[in-house]
């Protein structure tokens, strides 16, 4: 009698921590839906803390447009704040705003077998929704606290010839110092 207890104890504990998942994660996308008025795919849940979200964080979801899979960002529900959530999809769409004004120069000075992302970072009270139709060089008039970093991947057989690009990352990084963000890099691998 003891063993079905648990096993249904067991049942029950499994089924309430899938639930709660999944109620957060349509919590998030309703949110989405509502502050953006478009719809949203989720590809993949991470789990939070229901004990301690205030340490850990609560669950988290990966998620783009319906039908933009290079938009990915990341949503949630705020760890200290019930029913405050959080995105970065301003910050995606900004992203690839500048990985299209980037990618010319990139491709002619690091070769057209390059794959690169530009990344941004600024502090979650820096930008909001209402942000998501103005371009990025409007808001960085406003908000200098923006990191800027280009990530590049360049494709070789055996070792690379690391000096060959000492001039293209100098260049890229004068055209980045060129946004006046605070911050910018470039990562080269």
Known sequence: MKKWIKLTAAILFVIMGGAGCMSS???????????????????????????????????????????KPELVFIAGESRNEAGVFYDTYVLSKWSKELDAKYSEQIKSDFGQEVEFKTLLLAQGDKYDPSMIDIPFSQYVTENKEVDVTVKIAIKTEGEPDISQYAEPVYNL????KKENTKFYG????
């Open 25 to 67: 994660e349509s919590k998030v996308v309703d949110h989405l839906e509502k502050v953006y008025a478009e719809e949203f795919e989720v590809e993949s849940t991470k789990e939070g803390s229901d004990i301690f979200p205030e340490m850990y964080g609560k669950d988290k979801v990966i998620a783009h447009p319906e039908g």
């Open 173 to 176: 990084l004068e055209t980045l």
């Open 186 to 189: 470039v990562s080269v691998g």
